[in-house]
């Protein structure tokens, strides 16, 4: 059975940092992705991961946010520097694989506060 589950979240200041981590289970998918979706708006693409290592970011974190991926763990991090309030939404990590579809992860809380 294949599940993602999400940790990291939490409240921190303008300015600071977090570290979100995915853990999958049930199958490496080849395209690792997170997803934040704030009160009232769409989910949007934050970052993208392939299981080569390349890596593409939304223009609004880029330089500020780090994806990577440990395929022997079969995690994916997000490492998120210089926080701003605007960053701040439910986090979903998704893993896409051809012939298997979409899954998701139950999303983690990141707020930040000004």
């Known amino acids: 059975q294949v599940q993602l589950v999400e940790s990291g979240g939490g409240l921190v200041q303008a300015g600071g940092s977090l570290r979100l981590s995915c853990a999958a289970s049930?199958?490496?998918?080849?395209?690792m992705r997170w997803y934040r979706q704030a009160p009232g708006k769409q989910r949007d693409l934050v970052a993208t991961i392939t299981l080569g290592g390349s890596t593409n970011y939304a223009d609004s974190v880029k330089g500020r946010f780090t994806i990577s991926r440990d395929n022997a763990k079969n995690t994916v991090l997000l490492q998120m520097n210089s926080l701003k309030p605007e960053d701040t939404a439910v986090y979903y990590c998704?893993?896409?694989?051809?012939?298997?579809?979409?899954?998701w992860g139950q999303g983690t809380q990141v707020t930040v506060s000004s």
């Open positions: 049930g199958r490496i998918f080849t395209i």
């Open positions: 998704n893993g896409f694989s051809i012939g298997v579809g979409n899954a």
